[in-house]
């Protein structure tokens, strides 16, 4: 049985569906993982009726809300999105409004200049979640991770707490009113719901795309693996010391840590970091407004030596005229490291 695609429009809590639903040529929601901004694009046709009538126009600001799906099952909330581009063209007259989640409002974007003094990681995502009215939700491994002092330069809050859990192999995201820190590739919630697996079929999908490329494996020349390196301030000793993480030829983390432990958790996440971004998978299938970001992606039935468990870093969803679509982007779960395995070198 076929489905019909369905999709819900409000502005500013209105209902504006019926009257742009004859103009809409696209309707495209990227969802991203990590600190990236979710966006929406709608593109409606501009051209005058022969009353000389036009679209409604949105202002800049204006929150749109977006509910996505199939008239037979119900569409699926997609989040609220604010107004920040409007762009009219032609011929033909189109406009195309561009708008970013409303949980990443212009402030936490915006570069500042401030001074961190050895806090905590859940310390600091309370203090930064706090300024723009958000709740702070950090995994319980995470929240008592000693941080340095650190300076934050001319850069965004969202980008600088980002960059910050990146060092321990996390990721900061803004989740409706929460600001959530969790590891990265682990399939909860801050809130320790478990994101649901998507479980695909070949017969399931319209296009894929499977690839491997040998790069350097933290450090490897050519197919040999290769090791990653750090350097540590022993302050007692008044000298720095090394820790290595598997065998020559190393790559080197520039970065002089503060700690034994600070530097450990570089090497980590930079190892499983090298370890994810070899393989990538890309699907094209009729669209599901159920698959999110961050979920567990598991193949079925697909052809051998393609990995099996992945996670996904990206979904776009896209709605025109000729049908709803959804493409996925996702990178390999591989086996990850374990703190344990960085050795200390004397």
Sequence with gaps: MPWTPAFRLEADGRDVTDSIRDRLLSLRIDDEAETRSDRLSLTLDDRPRLDGAVADLPTPDTMLSVWLGYRESGAVDMGRYRVDEITYSGPPATLEVKATAAALGQDIRAARSRSWHRQKLGELARAIAADHGLEARVEATLDAIPLPHLDQTTEGDIAFLGRVAGRYDAVARPLGSVLAVVRRGVATTASGRTLPTVTLTPAEVTRWSYTYAARREAGAA????????????????????????????????????????????SIVAHANSAARSNAELSIDLPGRSDIQTEAPLVLSGWRPLIPDRWRITRVTHDLKPAGYTSRISAEALPKLLNPIAVQTVE
Excluded: M, N, T
């Design 222 to 265: 050519g197919d040999k693996r290769g090791g990653v390196r750090a350097w540590w301030w022993d302050i007692a000793a008044g000298e720095s010391r090394k820790i290595e993480q598997g065998e020559p030829p190393y790559e080197d983390i520039r970065r002089l840590h503060d700690s034994e432990a600070d530097a450990r958790a």
